[in-house]
């Protein structure tokens, strides 16, 4: 189970979670999705305050914990917000 979905509340509207990033940096950010690409998993998660921006971290299990890694790739950020926003097309507005 990834980490970030024991941070969730049910009874909260909005599904916030911290997260760190390998880089050391901290911030709140909604929870929107977890999405698989063939065996790696990545958070689709919109930063608090934002208008509606994405950001995707991959995340990467280890016997100590997870670990979360800003994903800068063009084309796999690219593939993982298509997936996001396949799953995610009857409860979401995406503005092309």
């Known amino acids: 189970m990834c980490d970030l979905l024991s941070q969730l509340n049910d009874e909260d509207e909005e599904a916030i979670v911290t997260i760190t990033d390998?880089?050391?940096?901290?911030?709140?950010?909604?929870?929107?999705?977890?999405?698989?690409?063939?065996?790696?998993?990545?958070?689709?998660?919109s930063p608090v305050g934002s208008d509606g921006d994405v950001e995707i971290f991959r995340v990467m299990q280890y016997e100590t914990g997870e670990a979360y890694i800003r994903v800068q790739d063009e084309v796999t950020l690219l593939r993982v917000f298509d997936i996001f926003r396949l799953k995610n097309e009857d409860e979401l507005d995406f503005d092309e």
């Open 22 to 45: 390998t880089d050391g940096e901290t911030g709140q950010y909604e929870f929107l999705d977890l999405v698989f690409l063939g065996d790696r998993q990545f958070a689709v998660v």
